[in-house]
């Protein structure tokens, strides 16, 4: 089995990419665990602060996946 080259920053944003992928599924599943958690209704009910998480967690999630992927090529591809 051949072992890849890998960074720490590879693996910082892998972890981040995962932690944003698990809180945007959590958030579509559970959209009221925010209020739960930290016991506010900032949009008074109407839903519009948990979209506005859905949205900033799929770009988040989506940034780190792009950026570990070209941590994981830059790396790889330097080596052969």
Do not use: H, Y
Not at 10 to 29: C, D, E, N, P
Not at 49 to 70: D, K, M, P, Q, Y
């Amino acid at each position: 089995m051949k072992i890849l080259n890998t960074s720490k920053s590879f693996w910082i944003q892998l972890l981040l990419a995962s932690l944003t992928g698990i809180l945007l599924l959590v958030t579509l599943l559970f959209p009221d665990w925010i209020e739960l958690v930290f016991g506010i209704d900032s949009d008074g009910g109407s839903g519009a602060f948990e979209s506005a998480i859905v949205a900033a967690l799929v770009l988040t999630t989506v940034v780190f996946t792009l950026l570990a992927r070209s941590e994981w090529v830059r790396l790889n591809t330097s080596t052969q």
